[in-house]
C-alpha cells in the first residue's frame, strides 16, 4: 500500500424526503443562492419547487440558472459567474446529475477568480478558493456529488476537460432514490456504465497489498451488478434505486483508491470521444472498457483472474489465467449489452475518419493510464478495435 | 434502507513517515498543544519525540499529561482538563491507543464545559463544544482515530460508559503502520478481536437491502482474518499492520452502518463486565461473541448463513441453515482461539458470582441490542454460557 491522505468532509442525507433539511443546510453558508439546474425534469418532477419551497420559507433569496447541458459547456458556466459576482451569490446549490455538479462547481471557482474559469481546466491556474456548493442529486452516475471533480467541455476548442480540487467537495449533498424514478432507461444505463467505469479506474492497479480497497471495489460491482436489472425492469423499485444511488457516490469519494495508483486511461480515451462526437459518457465508456481491457490484460493478468473470480463468479477449473481473465472480460461486455449499453463506435455513427485526432486529444497530456502507460499508438488501436 | 446522514470531516494521514506532516496539520488549529499519551511505550519507541521535534521547529508550546490507563479514568481525565483550562490549550494532541484517544476527546469536552465531564456520560448534559483533536495511533482496534466516540471509566461508581458526538471527531489522525510494529502480542490480537466485533454489531441488523454495506463489512472481516496471522507471525510485516490498521479505522467511522440500525448488545456486555473486573476489552468481547451469536441466531438465521458462507467459506450442501450458522459460528470462535484469544471468562478467573451484578449494570438504561432485544434475564443466560 502507498502512503495516502483521505479527507471527504462532504455531509450526506440520504433517502426519501431528505430534502426537508435543505433549508437548514445552506443557512450555514449564507442566504443567497445560486440554483442550477439542466434541461427541466427537475422542474417537471418538482424537485426544484420543493427546494424553493423551503428555501423561501427560511428567508433565502435566489436566482436560477437553467439549461446546463449533458457535456456542460464553457459559455454556460460563464454566465453562471457573472450573476454569482454581479448579484453577490453567497451558495451554489446544484439540483440535478453530475453534468450540473460539475458546472455548478466551475461556477463555485469562477465565482471566486478573476481569469476566466477555463484556466483551471487547462493548468494555467490553480483553484484556491470558491463559493460553497450544495446538491441535490437526480442520477446515479458520475460521484461528483461527493467529490471535487469537475468536467467541462470548451467547444470552441473541442476540449473535455477535468478538474480536481478540494475546494470544490460539496458541502452537502441530498441524495433522495425517489428522485432517480423518473431517470430514463438510457440514462439509468449509462448511469450504471458509468459507476462500475469508475471502479474499474481504481481497481485495476498495480499496487500491491489492497486487499480492503480491492474488496470495496468487488463490494460496489457486485451491488450494481445485481441491482441493475431491478432498477431497468422496475424503476420505482426504491431499495434498487437507493442501492445503485450508495453505490455511485461511493465509487468515486476518494474511499477506494487510497494507497492505490490508479488508471483512468479509458476515461481520457472517452472523454477524447465525447469531445469530438458529443455522445453520451456513460455510452463511450461502455464501447471502450471491454477493449481497453483485453489490450492491457497481459500487463498483470493476476487482477483480471482475481476479477473474473469475485465479481463474476467464473469458475477457474481447467482453464488457464488468460481464459479466466477473458471469460471476465467478456462477461463485462455480455451485461453491459444485456442492459442495452452500446458495444460499438458506430452504434453512434462514429467511423475511423477522426481516429488519429482522438487519439492525439486523449494524450495531448502524455501517455495516459497505468495499468499499462498507453501512447497514442495505444489509444488508436484500442479506438479501432471499438469500431 | 433507511434514511441516513453521513458526515465524516477527519483527515486521515496514512502510511510511514506522514508524522512529518504534524505540525502543518497542528497549527490550523492553535500553537499551544496538550500532548495526551499512556503508559510510555510512545516515549521508548521515539513517537513523542518525533512529534515534538515537529511541533517545536513550527514555534508551538506544549504541555504533556501522561499515564492514561488502558480503561481511561475519570481521575486522570480530570487533571488533563485541569491543565487546558489553567494553561488555554488550544488543541489536544492524543499519541497511543484508543484509550488515550478516548480520553483526549473526554478531555477535549470538558475542558470546554464548567459541569463535570461526567454529566456527557451519564446523559445529563449534551457536547456544544470541544477543543480539537488531533491523533497519533499507536495501535490498531477500536477506531477512535475517526469517530466521535469515547468511552470512559469511573471506577467511584464503577461504570464504563460512552458518549457520541460529531463535536469530538479528531480534526486530523495521523496512522503509520510501523508505529504498530512494537504492539504485544496479546494487545495485536485484543485489537483484531476488536475491529471484528465492531462489524459484528453493524453487520448483524435486520435492516434489509443494504448489500454494500453488508458487502463491506464482510471485506473488513476478511481482510482482518487474512491478515491477522500475518501480524502475528511478523509484528514487522508493513502491509500486514497496514491493512489491520485501516481495516481497523473503517470499521468504526460510520461507513458500514449506513442507513441500517445496529446492535451493540454485546459491546454493552462487556462493558459491564470489565467496569467490574477490569480485563482488556479485546479479550472479554473474544469470549462474549460467539455465545451472543448462538443465543440470537434464531431471531433472523439468514443474516447468519450469509455470515458463514461469505466470511468462513462454510460450504452449505447438504446442511440446514441452522447448520451453516452455527459452523460460522464456531468458525469465528475458532479463529478466535488460534489468534490467542481467551473464550472463557474463567480464563479471567471470573465465575458466577457477580454475573447478577454485570446484567444489571448491561441493562441500566433499559434493554439493549436490535437483532434480539436483550433483557437482563437474557444477559445473565449469556453470561452463564461464557463462564
Request: glycine share 8%.
Amino acid at each position: 500500500m502507498e502512503n495516502f491522505e483521505f479527507h471527504n468532509p462532504t455531509k450526506l442525507l440520504f433517502g426519501k424526503g431528505e430534502i426537508e433539511k435543505i433549508a437548514n443546510e445552506i443557512v450555514r453558508y449564507g442566504n443567497k443562492i445560486l440554483i442550477v439546474t439542466g434541461g427541466g425534469s427537475v422542474k417537471k418532477i418538482g424537485i426544484l419547487d420543493q427546494a424553493i419551497v423551503h428555501l423561501e420559507a427560511s428567508g433565502c433569496t435566489w436566482f436560477h440558472l437553467e439549461g446546463i447541458e449533458p457535456n456542460p459547456r464553457l459559455t454556460t458556466i460563464q454566465k453562471g459567474i457573472e450573476i454569482c459576482k454581479r448579484e453577490g451569490i453567497e451558495i451554489v446549490l446544484a439540483i440535478g446529475g453530475g453534468s450540473v455538479i460539475d458546472a455548478s462547481k466551475a461556477i463555485c471557482a469562477g465565482a471566486m477568480y478573476d481569469g476566466d474559469v477555463w484556466d483551471f481546466y487547462t493548468r494555467k491556474s490553480t483553484i484556491r478558493s470558491a463559493l460553497p456548493l450544495g446538491t441535490v442529486l437526480t442520477l446515479a452516475a458520475t460521484g461528483s456529488e461527493m467529490n471535487g471533480n469537475s468536467v467541462v467541455t470548451n467547444w470552441e476548442t473541442q476540449e473535455k476537460l477535468a478538474v480536481g480540487s478540494n475546494k470544490l467537495l460539496p458541502k452537502f449533498s441530498i441524495l433522495d432514490p425517489t428522485y432517480t424514478y423518473s431517470v430514463p432507461k438510457d440514462h439509468t444505463v449509462y448511469g450504471i456504465v458509468d459507476i462500475m467505469s469508475h471502479v474499474f479506474e481504481q481497481y485495476f492497479s498495480h499496487t500491491s497489498h489492497t486487499p480492503l480497497q480491492d474488496r470495496f471495489s468487488e463490494a460496489i460491482l457486485k451491488t450494481v451488478i445485481e441491482n441493475a436489472t431491478k432498477v431497468i425492469d422496475n424503476p420505482k423499485n426504491y431499495d434498487a434505486r437507493a442501492n445503485i444511488l450508495l453505490s455511485s457516490t461511493f465509487a468515486l469519494n476518494g474511499l477506494i483508491n487510497i494507497g492505490k495508483t490508479t488508471d483512468w486511461a479509458t476515461h481520457a480515451i472517452e472523454h477524447a470521444v465525447s469531445a469530438v462526437y458529443d455522445i453520451p459518457h456513460g455510452g463511450g465508456l461502455a464501447i471502450l472498457f471491454p477493449h481497453w481491457m483485453a489490450y492491457v490484460m497481459d500487463n498483470g493478468i493476476e487482477k483480471f483472474v482475481t476479477f473474473a473470480v469475485n465479481v463474476w463468479n467464473v469458475e477457474t477449473e481447467g482453464k488457464t489465467d488468460k481464459e479466466i481473465a477473458l471469460e471476465g472480460i467478456t462477461k463485462t461486455r455480455e451485461f453491459f449489452n444485456r442492459i442495452g449499453a452500446p458495444s460499438q463506435l458506430k452504434n453512434y455513427n462514429i467511423g475511423s475518419e477522426r481516429i488519429e485526432e482522438m487519439a492525439e486529444k486523449a494524450v495531448r497530456g502524455g501517455t495516459i493510464g497505468s495499468y499499462k502507460r498507453l501512447t497514442k499508438e495505444d489509444v488508436i488501436k484500442i479506438l479501432q478495435e471499438s469500431l
